[in-house]
């Protein structure tokens, strides 16, 4: 990715939230990506764009830990906390790891166990190991009231099938949602929030506009995923907070709906799902 400055989106005509993004790695700036950036800076250009809340998202025990304290630290960022799947074969014992993250779950600022569930696309955690981790997690947010933030790549029927048979938690988040029409269907029979990152506007992304648009409004969230799935017309940069607002009319444009409307439907979501998002 080219360490470019960001092409800026105009400000939303109302306030609306980026559901999943990682504020460390835009801070510690990946590989060929270009030097970090620090977090108030990124949250005030977002500000700019109409994007005043984000969750930061953690990865690991380590980066869960960050998340929290940088929901403590900075007004309007909140955190989720968990072992993603593809971490989970090296991530520690299983309970030990759990009972911290249900610790972190309790601070005030902490909404969502995530990102956890299943990653069939690479092999960097055996399929059993993160079913187990998958299926801990989701006890940890139905014991902490917490929402449920998943990783699903290339094991749809896995994740809807663990959901199943251990009961889904009250609030469950397909974060970065992967699936086709039929996916966002059965998503939203059982009451599954869509989350929609900026791999939405690609060109080759018709199936996920597709299910974009059978998607109810009041199941949908915005993300960026940042710093990765950066959205037209800033693609092959680091990603970024402010980007949702790009995502966010072009989800508007797939539903037909006015944006400033789906600011309010995502921003009404968003605080029905992690909590009041305030201060």
Request: hydrophobic share 40%; with cysteine.
């Amino acid at each position: 990715m080219s360490g470019a400055r960001l092409r800026l989106p105009e400000p939303l005509p109302g306030g609306a939230v980026d559901a999943h993004t990682h504020l460390d790695m835009i801070v510690r700036g990946l590989s060929g990506q270009g030097p970090g950036r620090p977090v108030p800076e990124v949250l005030d250009e977002a500000r700019q764009a109409g994007i005043s809340r984000v969750v930061t998202v953690g990865v690991d025990l380590p980066t869960s830990r960050w998340a929290a304290g940088c929901a403590d630290e900075h007004p309007g960022v909140f955190a989720a906390v968990a072992v993603h799947p593809n971490d989970t074969a090296n991530a520690g014992d299983l309970d030990t790891v759990l009972a911290e993250l249900a610790g972190l779950a309790s601070r005030p600022r902490v909404r969502a166990i995530g990102e956890t569930g299943l990653d069939y696309y690479r092999d960097w955690s055996p399929p059993q190991v993160q079913r187990d981790w998958f299926r801990g997690h989701i006890e940890v947010a139905k014991r902490t009231g917490r929402a449920l933030m998943i990783h699903d790549r290339d094991a749809h029927e896995d994740v809807l099938s663990i959901l199943g048979s251990a009961g889904p938690p009250e609030q469950v988040i397909f974060h970065c949602f992967s699936g086709d029409a039929g996916l966002a269907k059965r998503c939203a029979e059982a009451g599954y929030v869509m989350s929609f990152a900026g791999n939405v506007t690609f060109a080759s992304a018709q199936t996920l506009r597709e299910a974009a648009a059978v998607a109810p409004p009041e199941l949908i969230l915005v993300e960026t995923d940042a710093p990765f799935l950066t959205p037209v017309p800033n693609r092959g940069k680091p990603n970024a907070p402010a980007l949702a607002a790009d995502t966010l009319r072009a989800i508007a444009k797939v539903k037909d709906m006015d944006v400033a409307e789906l600011c309010a439907a995502v921003t009404r979501t968003a605080e029905r799902v992690f909590g009041p998002l305030e201060g």
